[in-house]
Nanobody, 124 residues
Framework: QVQLVQSGGGSVQAGGSLRLSCAAS????????MAWFRQAPGKERQFVAA????????EYTNTVKGRFTISRDNAKHTLYLQMSRLKPEDTAVYYC?????????????????WGQGTQVTVSS
């Protein structure tokens, strides 16, 4: 099993920036793809971005392309999400996820390890 502990987040005005971190521990040698998802109030949890084990392949949902950057440092077992030019519609609880089987990408039910979630609030 892999344990994921998130940090970062908070409140910011529109146009501002935040960085989320997700530190992994446990069986980190078995981690493959990692991803970020978010859940806005009253809505289902949705895919935000994913990154391959090597970091060479990434994917973003259209609404964050050009504003968010996903990255990972395998030496530190840490996943990051740099969020820039934030908008009120980015307000949500953000979750990191890690895949232990090499099968996951953008579908949340493919991930078997989840962080605790962190609130991001963007005010207009």
């Amino acid at each position: 099993q892999v344990q994921l502990v998130q940090s970062g987040g908070g409140s910011v005005q529109a146009g501002g920036s935040l960085r989320l971190s997700c530190a992994a521990s446990g069986r980190t040698s078995s981690m493959y793809a990692m991803a970020w998802f978010r859940q806005a109030p009253g809505k289902e949890r949705q895919f935000v971005a994913a990154i391959s084990w090597s970091g060479n392949t990434t994917e973003y949902t259209n609404t964050v392309k050009g504003r968010f950057t996903i990255s990972r440092d395998n030496a530190k077992h840490t996943l990051y999400l740099q969020m820039s030019r934030l908008k009120p519609e980015d307000t949500a609880v953000y979750y990191c996820a890690a895949d232990s089987y090499g099968l996951a990408w953008s579908a949340q039910d493919e991930y078997d390890n989840w962080g605790q979630g962190t609130q991001v609030t963007v005010s207009s």
